[in-house]
């Protein structure tokens, strides 16, 4: 079949490196077009023929009118029988060849493809991006962004290549063929094109401008809204519709706004076309008739010129409309681009290596770090931190909320780049191996588990993709979850580990997630644990529940522990106090007691029935 030909001319998930795209709106748009020159070429040239068949036509028509009035109807087709063959080979076999063609590179090869491949690739770059990057932007508008570019990229390039052969193919056949037929027939089309070039320019600058703010707006009403839906229960715990309501109606108010300033000027740009229009048609075929009643002109120019002017009419409004929704393509383009062209602020190096770790050593050596705009010469949260955890070795880190453990533990997984110092796990600095093999070694409960929406066997495979439903099983069973694992449910009636748990596991209580993520670390059983607020979302029942199993899960590996329920860290080997980003105690649980310092102080308060919340 030849759809299938065509569909694989463009492969949208083709091998290509994952670094940020120009940021010039030109050079954005040439990055992916380059990408698939030969499909656009090949949509170029069959553009071209379309709009020569187009004009030809017409010329047909004229030829046909002055070959009716020269011959007599007795031998009207012995005369003319090669050139009505001819009209009959573009009319009925060239004409469609290339219309086909047209359609197929442009629904079959472009359509999807280029499509996709522009998304596949963003998606790509976005996955490369740091935490603070996607905690600085809502996930709804950051997808809607990559959903959006591609189909406008695609849109707008394909209209450009159609408007360029109709404008130059229409315009430039009709003053050659007036100009045949008699010069003087040219003046009205050649006056039109000056005024409707001029037209053009002053009113699609402005176009351009209106719909890059139109743009702008629509992704802040999607920010908006995201934004209450992702907080549904925040919303209805405070019951606050009515504030919602009116915090996106303010957003989609601004968003009308840009839309009528939008819409006058391309109200006004269609008058204008409109009224050019009018004085094209009502000269050309004035003069055409004139100059036929002054002999010199046939009936044929007649017909030629008046339908050339009237497809060149419709041409003109369309092109009007294809300009006004290319630059409303272009604008949402230059949106994406907003979100889209941000450098990777953690990258792995050109020679980076994987990282082998069969020991489980952790040295922090003069560790500093300052986030976002404050680096680099701002306050540090952590300063010139120094800290060895030895193979096997459990420590806890405490500290009042802001000291810095969480940022720590971020810091070791790479999550941010360092500004001074350095951190190495098994006498290898972390900054020269790879990610994803140093993410590979550490596993990680954390204090706010989400899980993805899917099922709870892919959750559970994030730990270890090709883990057996027998070993999943027995994860959960560690982690006290095979008790409940079977009996859910969702709502088209998939059970156990089909069950899909909702975004961020809605669908699951706190204790459930955090066993289940409790489960997939089981699974990943990597050489170093670390486990922020593991067990902060069970009940005390569940959490001694699952104590023996956390015990043994930590047997001969480094663990790095937080938690404020100082009683759930008592036992680790060693215990380090940080505040104000430094180390300022460390030992065992009854030597910081009898120390008298600030663990023994959190201590108190705890045991006082005063707990702190980080």
């Known amino acids: 079949m030849p759809f299938k030909r065509f569909e694989r001319l463009i492969d949208p998930f083709r091998d290509a490196p994952a670094h940020m795209p120009p940021a010039g709106v030109v050079g954005f748009y040439l990055h992916y077009l380059r990408q698939v020159w030969p499909v656009m070429l090949a949509l170029l040239v069959v553009g071209f023929f379309v709009a020569l ?30 050139t009505l063959i001819w009209m009959a080979v573009v009319t009925l076999l060239l004409r469609p060849l290339a219309f086909g063609l047209h359609d197929l590179l442009l629904h079959q090869a472009l359509s999807p493809s280029l499509t996709n491949l522009i998304r596949w690739q963003n998606h790509r770059y976005l996955l490369r991006q740091s935490l603070g990057f996607f905690q600085n932007d809502f996930a709804g508008r950051i997808a809607q962004r990559v959903m959006q570019t591609g189909p406008s990229l695609r849109e707008s390039a394909v209209q450009v290549v159609d408007a360029l052969w109709h404008v130059v193919i229409y315009t430039g056949s009709a003053l050659v063929l007036f100009a045949e037929a008699d010069l003087r027939l ?33 992704s802040r009403v999607m920010g908006r809204v995201v934004d209450g839906y992702t907080n549904i229960l925040t919303l209805k715990l405070f ?27 391309i109200t006004g740009m269609d008058i204008s076309i409109t009224c050019l229009n009018g004085l094209l048609i009502a000269s050309t075929v004035g003069l055409a008739l004139w100059l036929w009643s002054e002999g010199r002109i046939t009936t044929g120019a007649i017909a030629l010129a008046t339908g050339l002017v009237i497809r060149i009419i419709g041409m003109s409004e369309w092109i009007m409309w294809v300009v006004s929704g290319i630059f409303d393509n272009v604008g949402t383009v230059q949106d994406g681009m907003k979100t889209l062209i941000h450098p990777l602020t953690v990258t792995d190096r050109p020679d980076a290596r994987p990282l082998r770790v069969t020991h489980g ?6 560790v500093t770090f300052r986030y976002g705009e404050a680096a680099p010469t701002g306050p540090a949260v952590i300063e010139g931190l120094d800290l060895t955890v030895a193979p096997g070795e459990k420590i806890g880190l405490v500290g009042p909320s802001g000291a810095g453990k969480s940022t720590l533990v971020a810091l070791l997984l790479r999550l941010y780049d360092l500004h001074g110092g350095r951190i190495l796990v098994d006498g290898q600095d972390i900054a020269e191996g790879t990610q994803d093999s140093l993410r590979a070694q550490i596993g990680m409960v954390t204090q ?16 270890r993709p090709d883990a057996s439903d027998e070993a999943i099983m027995a994860a959960l069973a560690q982690a006290r979850a095979d008790t409940f694992v079977p009996l859910l449910r969702d709502a088209e009636g998939r059970s156990g580990l089909d069950a899909q748990v909702g975004e961020r ?9 955090q066993r289940i993520a409790i489960a997939r670390m089981l699974l990943k059983d ?65 030597e910081l007691v009898a120390a008298g310092g600030l663990y023994a102080r959190l ?7 005063f707990v702190g919340v980080d």
Request: a neutral charge; proline letters at 2%; one cysteine or more.
């Open 53 to 82: 068949i187009e004009v030809a036509l017409f010329e047909f028509l004229g030829r046909l009118i002055d070959l009716a009035q020269t011959t007599s109807a007795a031998r009207f087709f012995e005369e003319h029988r090669g």
């Open 186 to 218: 040219v003046l009205p089309l050649a006056l039109w094109i000056v005024g409707y070039v001029t037209a053009l320019c002053l009113f699609v600058p402005r176009v351009r401008r209106r719909s890059a703010e139109a743009s702008a707006g629509r």
């Open 239 to 265: 019951a606050h519709t009515r504030e919602e309501e009116g915090y996106a109606r303010a957003a989609m108010q601004d968003l009308v706004g840009r839309f009528q300033r939008q819409s006058r000027v």
């Open 361 to 366: 050593e952790v040295r922090f050596e003069a």
């Open 448 to 463: 706010d588990t989400s899980l993805l929406h899917r099922s709870i066997r892919d959750n559970l495979r994030y730990g």
């Open 505 to 513: 596991g809605v669908k699951l209580s706190g204790g459930q997630r």
């Open 526 to 590: 990597a050489p170093i644990l670390v486990l922020d607020e593991a067990t902060s979302a069970l009940d005390s029942e569940t959490e001694a529940a699952i104590q023996d199993s956390l015990e043994t899960l930590m047997q001969g590996k480094t663990v790095i522990a937080i938690a404020h329920r100082l009683s759930t860290i008592a036992r680790m080997d060693r215990l380090v106090v940080m505040e104000g980003g430094r180390i300022v105690e460390t030992g065992s649980h009854a």
């Open 603 to 609: 201590w108190r308060h705890q045991t006082g029935g």
